[in-house]
């Protein structure tokens, strides 16, 4: 069974940095896609960035391109959002989320797993 368990989220000032964390179980990490996405207050979700867990290429969605950094411990089984230089417009629920592919990019409804959010909260 595939789990995905997100962690990590808090509360940081403005111009601070929160590492998130995915705990992966129930399926080979190097054959999926994972992705982070964010679901602020009154908004929609939207993807935040993607790393294909086969060779490691990642995108970035571009408000968070240059400060946050994904990447993977495949000895931990874990995938983490290194968030730098964050700001208000960063408040949100983050999720991660996996999918077997091909397609590599951060659009939600391509995903078929899911885990629940953590909630990161930026004070300016």
């Known amino acids: 069974e595939v789990q995905l368990q997100a962690s990590g989220g808090g509360l940081a000032q403005a111009g601070g940095s929160l590492r998130l964390s995915c705990a992966a179980s129930?399926?080979?990490?190097?054959?999926?896609?994972i992705g982070w996405f964010r679901q602020a207050p009154g908004k929609e979700r939207e993807g935040v960035s993607v790393?294909?867990?086969?060779?490691?290429?990642?995108l970035y969605a571009d408000s968070v391109s240059g400060r946050f950094t994904i990447s993977i411990d495949y000895d931990k089984k874990m995938v983490y959002l290194q968030m730098n230089n964050l700001n208000a417009e960063d408040t949100a629920v983050y999720y991660c989320?996996?999918?077997?592919?091909?397609?590599?990019?951060?659009?939600?409804?391509?995903?078929?797993?899911w885990g629940q959010g953590t909630l990161v909260t930026v004070s300016s």
């Open positions: 129930g399926f080979p990490l190097n054959e999926y896609i």
């Open positions: 790393v294909d867990g086969f060779d490691g290429r990642a």
């Open positions: 989320a996996a999918d077997l592919g091909p397609q590599f990019a951060v659009v939600e409804i391509m995903y078929d797993f």
